[in-house]
C-alpha cells in the first residue's frame, strides 16, 4: 500500500504541471487585463506599461508561468488586480465552498445511495419507475432553472428560507444551495446505484449468502451494497472537484461569495492571477480526491490489493 500510494504522488506530479500549463496558457488568451484596469477609457502607453511590469505580464509567457510554479511552491499564488492577495481570496472563499460542497456530497450519499437501493431491490415495480421518471427530470432540467424555482417558491413566495446566503454561509443556511448544487449528481448516483445494485443482485456470492440463510439486512449491507458501491464511490470522489468549481450558477444564484463567486469574478474583470490561482487550487482537489477514492477501493472489497 505505502509503495502504491507513492508511485501514486509521483504520477500527479507530471499531471498537476501539465493542467496548471494548460490552465496559465488559456487565461493568459482570454485578452488584455491591463485594458480592464484602466476602466472605459483606454490606457496610456507609460501606464499600461508600468501595469505591466508592476505584475510581470511584460515578460514571455513561458517565463511568468515558471515564476508562478516557484511562488506556489512557497504558498503564494500571487497579488489581484486590485492588491489583494489571491491567498487572502482564497482564505474567504474555499471554507464557504467547501461547506457548500459537503452539503452536496451528503445529499448525494443519503438520499441518492438510499433510493438507488430501494429502486435496485425493487427493479421494475411501480417505486423504480417513479424514482426513474422523477431523476430523468431532475437531470432535464437546467441548474439554474431549478435554483431560481426553489429560490422563488422557498424564499419569496412561502418566506421557508432566506432568498440569499449571509456572508457567514452557516450550514442552516446552504441546505437548499447544497440541494440544488447536487440536484444532477443526486439523480446520477441514484441511477447508477440502482443499476450496480441490480446486477449485483444475481451474481453467485450473493445467492450463496442467501442460501445459508443469512439475514437479508446482513446480505444487503455486508455482501451486496458494498461490491456495489465502487462505481458510485468512483463518480463522488471525482465529483467533488466537480462540486467544488462548478458551484458558479448556484453561488451566483443564492449571493454566495465563494470559489464560484471569485472565480466568476475573476473572469469577467480579466485577473488571471485570481483564475489561475483558485484553478491551481481545484486541480490539487480533484488530485487528491482521486487517490483516496482509490484507496477505498479496498476498504470495500477486500480482493482489491495495492503492491
Known sequence: MGRYVVRRLLQMIPVFIGATLLIFLMVNVMGDPIAGLCGDRQCDPATAAQLKKEFGLDKPV????????????????????????????????????????IVAILFEIVIGITLGVVTGLRRGKPVDTSVLMLTLVVISIPTFVTGLLLQLLLGVEWGWIKPSVSTDAAFSELIVPGLVLASVSLAYVTRLTRTSIAENRRSDYVRTAVAKGLPRRRVITRHLLRNSLIPVVTFIGTDIGALMGGAIVTERIFNIHGVGYQLYQGILRQNTQTVVGFVTVLVLVFLVANLLVDLLYAVLDPRIRYA
Open 62 to 101: 513561458w517565463q511568468q508561468y515558471l515564476t508562478y510554479m516557484g511562488n506556489v511552491f512557497t504558498g503564494d499564488f500571487g497579488t489581484a488586480f486590485n492588491g489583494q492577495k489571491v491567498t487572502e481570496l482564497m482564505s474567504t472563499a474555499f471554507p464557504v465552498t467547501i461547506r457548500l460542497t
